[in-house]
């Protein structure tokens, strides 16, 4: 559009440019007369001249005229508020530009006032004197006149006073109306009158016209050339038509201005040809688009802003006079001249190119493109309109910075206005640029800061947090960053800390993954400058304007990386007390599920645990410091809705560059239900920043939601033993307890429960849980229930005891299975009489050499094979008791103390502690080895043990009412125990399907009841009792054990022989021996051999049973009986005669050769021997020389 | 030769922005941010005038003293701008087109990788170095990839 001639034809020095351009005018403009509409004094007040303007502007804007040939006229009118007398000077170029009315308001209240407003008003009239055709001053006194054009009386205008004065006392001006239509009129008629007279001036009498630059354009050019003359005419029909269009006749206009057109084409008189280009725009532009023009022009400033053109929409706006625009079919009819809306802008481009050749006709160009772009927005020529608004970018005009911002702020309106946003925001912001440019002599950093506030829009940049966050963000970031920073600039330096900190809180929030390091650093570090001077918070900030601030908050600083609720300490939480399930009738299970759409919703965020009403509750964050210097947080406090919460303030320090770093915010919450966790608040860099989880990034849920319990109390618990170690992890856990027990030996231990809350405890609940199967844990754990509850309700800070009674329930007896199977191993091959295991003494000396305690010790017993398996037995024990081997037997157990009270407990919930309680078990005494062996009477038996002390105390053992022995630490000894034997009433439990199982349990439970050892270590106070549990018994002890099914019923010499009895008799004294047997079984005896034997005991291990030179028989010594009914009786006699005098013992025996009970059928392999049940004690017969 | 190229998103906001004047980036910002009015426009022009295939090629958004700007929208909306500086007047429209055709399928082939998400900023190495090649700057470099 611009014309490679630019500049040629203009003179370089721009002395006479019109400085005071006017971006509002349009191309209906050029169809108005120019009112001026002036106050004057400082009397009159603003509100009194707005009202005052907006009659006049209300009436004058558009009037009708009946002029002389009786047509009706349309007159348009614009009013000014200031007019710089050197817009005039361009009167002659286009007419509309001249100031032909003035209109002055005052307000006197003496007569020197008056006299002073007259005299302002002559003077403005000497200012427009060469455009000005008529002005009026209407004047507000303190009383009113009767002739509104007459002063009041007692006041007088000065003499020198010409103009019609319009005198009011109050500003409710009654027929203001008419007096402005009065003056309009004049206006009309002096205007139409100089129409008139140029109309018919000769053609060829024409002065020159010239725009004011041109002036010395012509000096020393022929005037009288004919090229010349054609200008003459050419500009003056040009001026013909201006008159005639703002005189209302524009179908003359267009002729005049075609005619001036083709006149001036013709001598390439360019700037006017524009200029005549541009009157046949407007006039076409009025015809086509009468309603658009302005309607209220002066008030740029008042509420009615709305309908100032700047702010036209597209499309005409409303006026009162709107009519359907006549088609351009019947107006081409009438004016054939007109262009055709098309061709309006293509015009406007040529007048353009034209205007381009003169750089001092900038403005006027400028006007130009201005006045096309309202018509090509009229048009809804969008793209054609910005092309004219581009243009007035490029036209280089030297301006002030005043200008140039007037420029941009019109150029964005007139953007914004076809919906430019992004051209009018850049415009905006470079005309805030220019009320800070250094080249502006009045910075205005206010002015500067609100337009750059209106730019954002443009830029997509919403200053408020929400709608900028990561997910529906807009726009460029990089621009949107440098705007932010320049809104900081300018609210600093227009002296709003609070501003800049809240735009540069903004920027660090929304920009931040935006932002370079360096410049996240920068941005924290100026940030932390300017809140020094006001500490931001997170409230709107309200401006002088009404704009509304929303609040910003520092999220990524620090940033978070996790932030997870925390459940309660195990031992805090609230559990809920298990009540007795209701019946809910057969049907468990639905599978309609009612609530599932409402689970979903709530499932969000909620997590699975509980708060307690009154306890600290907590939350743990990861932060990260992400700047290069040390960041101080301060006062962070979790964010709550719901119910009452009490945050506990928190300070951190992050150093530089800093990895994650834990942080743990709490808080007690105050009331009973939910409670939603927002996020949290922090106070950094001077700001104060609500960081809600919805807007930081890369958090999972929005919020939390955790339900809070009626509070419940909580205890506090002791032991009287010392803590342990360490102990295996358990929950609940609150304190621990460790206690070293020999086997056998009993222990208290006293537990306080002190209350430590404010509500009382109202039920305490205890139970034991360990690995031990249940027997053994009620052995070893023991407590009174009945003494806990007395104590009850433990009220606030008052404490309860509870005593523990702990047992160390141990195996005494040494690997019983060895036993058997040695047992087992040695019978097959020694004799039955042996008094005890063959290889016993070998295994005592062994075992004073070890040193160890423990199971090495019992495994080392054994020599030979048993060492092998001495692993699977430790294992077996391990899993029984589940304790480490080396630690030969520890006891771990968990006493969970289950309490509650007050509210919490209506609600069923309860809390658990635990003490966990470590026993460690030490050997005391093991019975390495045992025997069973015939006791002086048949009730009884001697129970033989090897018994070991394990301690390394001397200890002292009894072993039966009267008896003790001494053993050195670690030193064996074997003792004997009369046992009464097992009767048969607690073997009758075992009926047909009884078996050595059976009976063996039965033997050892028999032995293990009766036989008592209490050990004591010599100096301690330590005592213990050791059970006898768990012998293992070969079948031979068993029938040693066990009551003889077989009564015996001896007779010597017919007498009834009874034990301890002692028979003498003489040599060759023949003594008859009766023998008497009864089955005391419920089931009868088969196969039976009774045998009686005599023998010589030589009381050192030897039995001479050969005695056949010493004793003869007399009957057989040997019967079989071959059934022995129940209850059944036997009876077999023999004569003996002894042949030599001595000692001698006769054995009575009775066997089974073969499995001669069927319900006692055990021990298959001893088959060969089967039962044997001898008469005990042997009797013995002393037999003397006669 | 050109001066600047970028990819605008569907919504407006930049996937992709190359300079050859590093220093000046934020000055092509504006300039290609406030062009985006114009390819606005004129891309609502098109929807109301041609129901049919629509001319991809936008020609010039608007010119400076100093550059020249051209647009090219496909038809998923997203917009390919190419600053063109003012002095090369031999650059005729269909060099532009090429360039313009050029860029479209370096973008589709960008796009086309499985791991690109849809309205993410473009970080393609060969987007990167065809787009350089477009602007007259990576010869060697192209040859070095091949």
Not at chain 1, 708 to 716: D, F, G, K, M, Q
Not at chain 1, 1049 to 1058: L, R, Y
Not at chain 1, 1143 to 1151: A, L, M, P, T, V
Request: proline fraction near 5%; hydrophobic fraction near 35%.
């Amino acid at each position: 559009m611009r014309s490679a001639l630019s500049v040629i034809l203009s003179s370089p020095v721009p002395d006479n440019k019109m400085s005071h351009p006017d971006y509002e005018q349009t191309a209906h403009d050029h169809a108005t007369i120019l009112i001026l509409l002036k106050p004057l004094g400082a009397q009159i007040k603003q509100k009194t001249v707005t009202r005052i303007c907006e009659r006049i502007i209300k009436c004058g804007s558009r009037f009708s005229v009946i002029d002389s040939s009786n047509n009706t006229r349309e007159i348009l009118t614009r009013f000014i508020k200031d007019h710089p007398v050197e817009n005039n000077d361009w009167g002659d170029f286009q007419t509309h530009r001249r100031l032909l009315g003035l209109i002055t308001f005052g307000k006197y209240e003496n007569q020197i006032e008056l006299n002073e407003l007259c005299r302002l008003h002559e003077t403005l009239k000497v200012k427009y004197v060469q455009t000005l055709y008529d002005s009026r001053a209407i004047l507000f006194g303190p009383i009113p006149s009767e002739n509104l054009n007459e002063p009041p009386p007692s006041f007088t205008t000065p003499h020198n006073f010409k103009t019609v004065g319009i005198f009011y006392a109050d500003d409710l001006c009654p027929n203001l109306e008419i007096q402005m239509s009065q003056c309009f009129n004049s206006l009309f008629w002096i205007l139409e009158s100089k129409r008139l007279e140029r109309s018919r001036e000769k053609i060829d009498k024409v002065a020159l016209l010239q725009a004011p630059f041109e002036k010395k354009d012509f000096i020393g050019l022929d005037l009288e050339s004919r090229n010349n003359r054609e200008r003459c005419v050419g500009r003056a029909t040009k001026h013909l038509g201006d008159l005639c269009l703002q005189a209302g006749l524009p179908g003359d206009a267009l002729n005049n201005y075609n005619s001036a057109i083709g006149t001036l084409q013709s001598v390439n008189d360019w700037l006017w040809l524009g200029s005549a280009y541009e009157g046949l725009c407007a006039v076409s532009a009025l015809i086509l688009y009468p309603n658009m023009c302005r309607n209220v022009p002066l008030q740029r400033n008042s509420s009615l802003q709305e309908g100032s053109p700047g702010k036209q929409r597209r499309g005409s706006q409303p006026t009162t006079t709107l009519c359907a625009p006549p088609t351009i079919e019947t107006i081409k009819m009438n004016m054939p001249n007109i262009l055709l809306p098309e061709d309006i802008c293509k015009k406007y481009r040529e007048a353009i190119v034209h205007y381009t050749k003169y750089q001092n006709a900038g403005i006027i160009e400028t006007e130009a493109s201005f006045k096309a772009t309202r018509i090509s927005i009229e048009q809804n020529c969008t793209l054609q309109a910005a092309s004219f608004l581009s243009n007035v970018l490029f036209n280089n005009m030297t301006m002030n910075e005043q200008e140039k911002i007037d420029r941009f702020t019109t150029l964005s309106d007139l953007y914004t206005s076809f919906g430019y946003l992004r051209k009018a925001s850049f415009c905006l912001r470079h005309a805030a640029l220019r009320h800070v440019s250094q080249y502006n002599p009045n910075l205005d950093w206010q002015q500067c800061y609100n337009l750059l506030l209106q730019a954002t829009s443009g830029f997509k940049l919403s200053l408020d947090p929400v709608e900028m966050s990561f997910d529906n963000r807009k726009g460029w970031p990089s621009i949107q960053i440098q705007l932010i920073n320049e809104l900081v600039a300018a609210a600093n330096r227009m002296g709003h800390p609070a501003l800049a900190t809240r735009h540069l809180t903004f920027l660090l929030q929304t920009m931040y993954n935006y932002l370079t390091p360096t410049e996240r650093k920068d941005a924290a570090l100026q940030l932390q400058a300017v809140s020094q001077q006001s500490e931001g918070s997170p409230v709107p900030l309200v401006l002088d304007s009404g704009r509304v601030i929303p609040p910003a908050n520092l999220t990524n600083i620090p940033r978070t990386k996790s932030f997870a609720l925390k459940n309660l300490q195990p031992h805090l939480q609230p559990q809920k007390i298990e009540r007795v399930k209701e019946d809910h009738g057969p049907f468990l299970f639905t599978p309609i599920n009612f609530g599932s759409l409402e689970r979903k919703t709530t499932a969000k965020g909620k997590v699975d645990y509980l708060w307690v009403d009154g306890d600290i509750c907590e939350v743990s964050m990861q932060l990260v410091n992400p700047l290069p210097f040390e960041l101080h947080v301060s006062n962070m406090r979790l964010l709550t809705s719901g119910v009452v919460f009490e945050p506990i303030p928190e300070s951190i320090t992050l150093p530089a560059e800093s990895g994650t770093i834990a942080v743990t915010l709490a808080g007690t919450p105050r009331e009973v239900g939910e409670l939603e966790i927002l996020g949290f608040s922090t106070h950094t860099l001077g700001v104060k920043s609500n960081c809600r989880l919805r807007h930081i990034e890369s958090m999972p849920h929005p919020l939390y939601t955790v339900e809070i319990v009626p509070a419940l109390p909580r205890i506090n618990v002791e032991t009287s033993l010392p803590r342990t170690a360490s102990f295996s992890s358990g929950e609940n856990i609150v304190t621990s307890a460790s206690i070293s027990l020999y086997g056998g030996e009993s222990a208290e231990c006293t537990i306080t429960i002190t209350n430590i809350s404010q509500v009382p405890i109202e039920m305490i609940e205890i139970s034991v849980q360990s690995t031990l199967d249940s027997l053994t844990e009620s052995k070893v754990f023991k407590w009174s229930n009945e003494n806990l509850l007395t104590q009850l309700p433990l009220q606030p800070q008052s404490s309860a005891c509870i005593t523990l009674y702990m047992y160390a329930a141990m195996e005494f007896v040494a690997s019983q299975r060895h036993d058997i199977t040695n047992a087992y191993q040695s019978q097959s091959n020694s004799l039955i009489s042996h008094s005890g295991p063959s290889s016993l003494p070998s295994r005592l000396s062994t075992s004073s050499h070890h040193t160890k305690r423990y199971s090495e010790l019992t495994s080392s017993f054994r020599s030979g094979t048993s060492s092998n398996s001495s692993n699977s037995l430790s294992s077996t024990r391990l899993s029984k008791l589940a304790v480490p081997i080396h630690a030969s037997n520890i006891v771990e157990g968990q006493l969970k103390i289950k309490f509650s009270g007050s509210a919490g407990l209506a609600s069923g919930y309860c809390r658990i502690s635990s003490v966990f309680i470590t026993i460690e078990m030490l050997r005391s005494v093991q019975f390495t080895n045992w025997d069973v062996l015939p006791a002086e009477t048949p009730t009884q038996f001697y129970l033989v043990l090897d018994v070991i002390n394990m301690t390394n105390h001397e200890m002292e053992l009894h072993y039966t009412q009267n008896k003790c022995i001494y053993m050195e630490g670690r030193e064996s000894c074997r003792i004997p125990i009369p046992v009464d034997r097992c009767p048969f009433n607690k073997l009758s439990t075992i009926d047909g399907a009884g078996n050595n199982e059976d009976l063996q349990k039965i033997c050892s439970e028999h032995i293990a009841s009766l036989a008592d050892l209490k050990w004591q270590l010599v100096g301690t106070e330590t005592t213990g009792k050791a059970t006898l549990s768990g012998l293992a018994l070969t079948q031979d002890m068993l029938d040693l054990v066990r009551m003889s099914p077989l009564q015996w019923e001896v007779t010597i010499n017919d007498v009834v022989f009874k034990a301890q009895d002692e028979i003498t008799c003489n040599l060759g004294e023949c003594i008859n021996v009766g023998v008497g047997v009864s089955n005391a079984l419920e089931s009868p005896l088969r196969n039976l051999i009774l045998s009686i034997n005599l023998y010589q005991d030589h009381h050192n291990g030897v039995n001479n049973y050969r005695l056949d030179t010493r004793v003869s028989i007399a009957g057989a010594n040997k019967v079989i009986l071959p059934t022995l009914q129940e209850s059944g009786r036997a009876y077999h006699e023999c004569r003996v005669v002894f042949l030599t005098a001595g000692q001698y013992k006769i054995d009575i025996q009775c066997s089974s050769r073969e499995s001669i009970l069927d319900s006692l059928t055990f021990c298959s392999e001893l088959g060969n021997s089967g039962h044997t049940w001898r008469y005990i004690p042997p009797i013995e017969i002393k037999v003397e020389d006669c | 030769m050109a001066v600047c190229i970028a990819v605008i998103g569907k919504d407006n906001s930049p996937k992709y922005i190359k300079c050859t004047d590093e220093a000046n980036a934020l000055q092509f910002h504006y300039k290609i941010h406030t062009s985006i009015d114009i390819v606005e426009e004129k891309l609502n022009i098109g929807n109301k005038t041609a129901a049919d295939v629509r001319e991809l090629f936008l020609g010039m958004l608007y010119s400076t003293e100093e550059y020249k700007i051209f647009g090219y929208a496909t038809n998923t909306k997203i917009k390919f701008i190419i600053v063109l500086q003012s002095s090369n007047a031999t650059l005729r429209d269909n060099e532009v087109r090429m360039m313009f055709r050029k860029l479209h399928i370096a973008y589709a082939n960008a796009v086309s990788d499985p791991f690109y998400i849809p309205g993410d900023q473009i970080q393609s190495k060969i987007f990167n170095s065809a787009v350089m090649d477009i602007m007259g700057l990576l010869v060697d470099e192209k040859k070095i990839l091949k």
